[in-house]
């Protein structure tokens, strides 16, 4: 069992501001179910980001019910005490201890949900959901409006609208709270040791999934659950591959090792990249192609700071590497004509970077009301990850084929000026040179 890491006073506050947002409307809110591995063996469990954003509360088959109104409620349906069960699974809050716990007005057995729902639903103008995310659910919230429907001979009223409630919750997670920050410093703390540790233990003739291991050692010794996202450790040509999770090749000396990968730390992603060379010394064509990239992302870092739109440094990084393409040979023209053209895409087809949080992809807008690109805040988290991946086609010169770079940082918004949480992980070819001889030496 573990208890809120965030102040019951805090928690509370996040649903009282949602529930304001309702009118006289009811939210329902379930948590992920969990999910069969194989025969009685589950996945480990994650419960929903939304959900646990409003409650943190960590057992499955749990729902959040926020009533809206005057006199706005908080009520969770969860799981009831099972001794037997318990002996197979561990504790349970139940109801009793959960409504204390975690500063609900109300708690319920699970299994009084369909018996209760329809009654708070009557009279109330409209429901909200996280619509499309889960059939079973979608179904289970028509059945209840559909019950009410069938009695509105007999003086029911049912709701009017159903409303869905992803962007709402999304705009709420955009900034971050202190709290917040806080955790998501120590998963960049955390992952930038583990990438570290990864660099060390890099040689030739290793496996991918040796250096993954020892990105996963230090998650778990440092007391995160685990990865963030399925590590990519892509060594060589596997690199040019955008999410390659294999990790089963065998290291080559004179080969670029890509690692995407980072932990979650009490329900907070980091998200790092850093490509390096196998054998701790760049190539020259190597290290031409990674200083591209390296100005690029130094020239998207100054584009973040408050009151900028978001798609400014995404331009900013986007114009550097196409320079660089450019006085590299790899594309051919103007800097204009190749933007114009989309050629550069043939080495660049992502964007620079997303917003971070709960969810490594997190939640949140990227337009303002008027849809044009919306201007960052104090409090927002974002990535920065410039890359250029080059193919083996004939024509690209050879020193350069099957290459792939990115260089990945997180980076908080502040009133002034912007935090780059993962600073502590090598980024220049200098430093990263002189860290691998370091340690090599041990």
């Known amino acids: 069992m573990s208890v809120p890491l965030t102040s019951l006073s805090l928690l509370r506050a996040r649903r009282r501001r949602l529930a304001d947002s309702l ?53 969770l349906f969860c799981r009831p005490r099972d001794p037997e069960r318990e002996r197979w699974e561990g504790r349970h809050y139940g109801p009793e201890q959960a409504c204390a716990q975690f500063g609900m007005d109300a708690a319920h057995a699970l299994s009084e949900l369909d018996e209760l729902l329809p009654t708070l639903l009557a009279g109330c103008e409209t429901v909200y959901s996280i619509m499309g995310q889960d059939e079973t659910w979608d179904r289970r919230i028509q059945g209840w409006l559909q019950i009410l429907r069938n009695q509105v001979r007999s003086g029911v009223r049912a709701p009017r609208q159903w409303i869905d409630l992803s962007d709402r919750l999304g705009e709420m997670r955009l900034v971050k709270e202190a709290r917040e ?72 000396d004179g080969d670029l090792l890509l690692i995407d990968a980072a932990c979650e730390w009490q329900g907070y992603a980091a998200d790092i990249t850093r490509t390096f060379p196998v ?21 998207a870092l100054g584009q973040i700071k408050a009151g900028k739109r978001v798609s400014a440094y995404h331009e900013a990084a986007l114009k550097v590497l196409v320079q660089g393409l450019i006085d590299l040979g790899l594309c051919q023209g103007s800097v204009e004509g190749v933007l114009e053209s989309g050629e550069y895409r043939r080495f660049y087809m992502h964007r620079t970077g997303h917003w971070l949080g709960r969810d490594v992809h997190d939640v949140g807008r990227y337009v303002d009301d008027e849809g044009k690109p919306r201007r960052l805040l104090p409090g ?63």
């Open 279 to 299: 054998n701790g010394r760049f190539s020259t064509a190597q290290r031409d192609l990674y200083e591209v990239v390296l100005a690029a992302q130094q020239a």
């Open 380 to 442: 927002m988290v974002l990535t920065v990850e410039p890359g250029l991946y080059v193919g083996g086609e004939e024509d690209i010169p050879v020193a350069f084929r099957h290459t792939g770079i990115r260089i990945e940082d997180d980076v908080v918004v502040g009133e002034k000026g912007h935090e780059v949480i993962t600073d502590a992980v090598p980024r220049t070819v200098e430093e990263i040179e002189t860290w691998m001889a370091q340690t090599r030496r041990r």
């Open 23 to 75: 009118g006289s409307g009811i939210a329902i809110l379930p948590t992920a179910p969990e999910r069969v591995r194989n025969a009685d063996t589950h996945h480990p469990y994650r419960w929903d980001s939304h959900f646990h954003y409003l409650t943190e509360f960590p057992e499955p088959e749990a729902v959040l019910v926020l009533q809206g109104g005057k006199k706005p409620r908080s009520l």
């Open 181 to 252: 920050l806080q955790f998501m410093r120590r998963a960049a703390e955390i992952s930038a040791r583990a990438h570290l540790r990864a660099m060390q233990a890099t040689r030739p003739g290793r496996y991918e999934y040796a250096v993954e291991a020892e990105l996963l050692h230090e998650f778990r010794v440092r007391g995160a659950t685990g990865p963030a996202y399925p590590s990519i450790v892509a060594g060589g040509e596997n690199a040019c591959i955008l999410h390659y999770v294999d990790n089963s090749a065998r290291l080559r």
